[in-house]
């Protein structure tokens, strides 16, 4: 991959409950993929960590652009985050912020990008369970995620760590 190519990743979270064991999951438009499972956590925790690990997984990649069918998730690395943290980790009405650990962790991606002369990632809002094939996949890859994490396992799994590669030509069955 070239410096001045695109690529496409869409993210996704899920959780089997709320709050319960959740899952995250990143698929990209090659089929490349990541996912991992917490044994306790938030759809918004889930949602969070897929948008983390794909900007973390493609840090070499100049121009990332990255699909969520979470406003939340968008919103906090767009606008929210960087409110948080100069207010002392508190919301606008005062109260302590939620997932502030990865927060941070996004605040770090983001920076190191911006360090590297990289240009900031592009989020794009997709709707969820909408025939959108790569969130379809990110869907179906955070919801078995969940599922392991039902079963009290943290783990994580990546196309890039010896799993198949997604034909994202059309959405899962």
Avoid: F
Avoid at 15 to 30: R, T
Avoid at 52 to 61: F, P, Q, R, T, Y
């Amino acid at each position: 991959m070239t410096d001045e190519q695109t690529y496409t990743v869409a993210t996704d979270g899920a959780c089997k409950g709320n709050p319960g064991p959740a899952g995250w999951a990143w698929v990209g438009e090659d089929g490349h993929w990541a996912a991992g499972s917490i044994p306790q956590g938030t759809n918004n925790i889930g949602e969070l960590l897929g948008l983390l690990h794909a900007i973390e997984d493609h840090a070499h990649v100049r121009h990332l652009i990255v699909q969520a069918d979470s406003k939340y998730a968008i919103d906090t690395y767009a606008s929210w985050m960087d409110g948080h943290r100069r207010r002392g980790w508190k919301t606008s009405g005062g109260q302590p912020t939620k997932n502030r650990e990865i927060l941070e962790q996004l605040i770090a991606v983001r920076d190191a990008r911006r360090a590297s002369g990289m240009p900031d990632v592009v989020l794009e809002h997709v709707r969820g369970h909408a025939g959108h094939v790569l969130n379809e996949w990110a869907d179906e890859r955070a919801v078995r995620a969940s599922k392991h994490a039902a079963e009290g396992r943290a783990s994580a799994w990546s196309s890039h760590a010896g799993q198949d590669v997604l034909d994202v030509s059309a959405a899962p069955r």
